[in-house]
């Protein structure tokens, strides 16, 4: 079975593009790229022409994430093994591909509604190098490992499982978490490469498709950095510094500009293709 391979690229709808441009490059170091326009911010963290896409709609929310897939061959499986599992799909026009910088996508979305795109061929500036949009001691970890993460909106965790399985993703529970009132939080992470996971399942999204996004440094410093720049912004830190458990990332989050959150991490450990779960993270500082 053809396999998405790694999330590419994700695009958000926001209302201020002018509070995300401060929040990407002064925050999380982030590069602007040179052909974004008055409705649009293209933020680079490697040589791709885009990682992440900001549209200005008001929707504060997710309204793409791009899966890709090896090539034109694997596209045209994708397309057969998605028709022959009943699952609807639109694949889009050469103007659409070229938007989106890419050779070709098709649009879907998953049982709870997250708007996805599957593509392959990304535009890819080797003669660009990435410069960060503020002094960073390294750089983003990208790779095969893609954009990084996103923990989203569900439909229940079987029926997200089987969906993503499908996608050639894999994956199962990862946390089995006491709560308060004497029952247990499940979380589901599903991946795509050797990174620990791409899509996680199981803290409420209040209303909206996406908890957070996770971008990954290559330095511990550079997590100690943002951590040191957004304590003095207006932006709040809404999980303090700490070590997960599953996939072994130091790491802290923070609200950014259209309210969901964004995770800077360090020292995620490869994904262990083998299942296992926790109770607790293995460290999280006071707030």
């Not at 439909?155 to 308060?180: I, K, V």
């Not at 490469?193 to 791409?198: E, K, P, Q, W």
């Not at 950095?225 to 070590?243: E, F, M």
Request: hydrophobic residues 35%; aromatic residues 10%; glycine residues 12%.
């Amino acid at each position: 079975m053809t396999a998405v391979t790694e999330l590419g690229y994700v695009r958000f709808g926001v209302s201020s593009l002018e509070e995300w441009r401060a929040f990407a490059t002064d925050l999380v170091g982030l590069e602007i790229g040179d052909d974004s326009d008055p409705g649009r911010l293209y933020l680079r963290s490697d040589q791709w022409h885009h990682r992440i896409a900001l549209e200005e709609n008001g929707a504060d929310d997710l309204i793409g994430a791009g899966l890709r897939v090896a090539g034109p061959a694997e596209f045209t499986a994708m397309q057969a093994h998605l028709s022959e599992l009943g699952v609807p799909y639109e694949v889009a026009g050469d103007d659409v591909a070229r938007d989106r910088h890419v050779l070709e996508l098709l649009t879907l979305s998953d049982p709870a509604g997250i708007p996805l795109e599957i593509f392959h061929g990304p535009q890819v500036e080797a003669h660009r190098p990435f410069h960060p949009g503020r002094p960073m001691f390294s750089r983003f970890v990208t790779g095969d490992g893609g954009v990084g993460h996103v923990l989203v909106n569900h439909a229940g965790l079987e029926a997200t499982y089987d969906f993503y399985r499908n996608l050639g993703m894999r994956g199962s529970l990862e946390y089995r978490m006491p709560m308060p009132d004497g029952s247990t939080a499940e979380f589901l992470f599903m991946h795509a490469n050797a990174r620990d996971h791409t899509f996680a399942f199981g803290v409420p999204t209040d209303g909206k498709h996406i908890h957070h996004i996770m971008l990954e440094v290559d330095h511990l410093d550079d997590v100690l950095l943002a951590h040191g720049i957004v304590s003095k912004s207006q932006y709040p830190i809404t999980v303090p510094l700490g070590r997960h458990a599953n996939d072994q990332t130091f790491s802290f989050y923070c609200k950014g500009p259209s309210g969901f959150q964004v995770e800077i991490g360090w020292g995620g450990r490869p994904a262990t293709h083998q299942s296992e779960y926790y109770t607790r993270d293995t460290y999280r500082g006071p707030r």
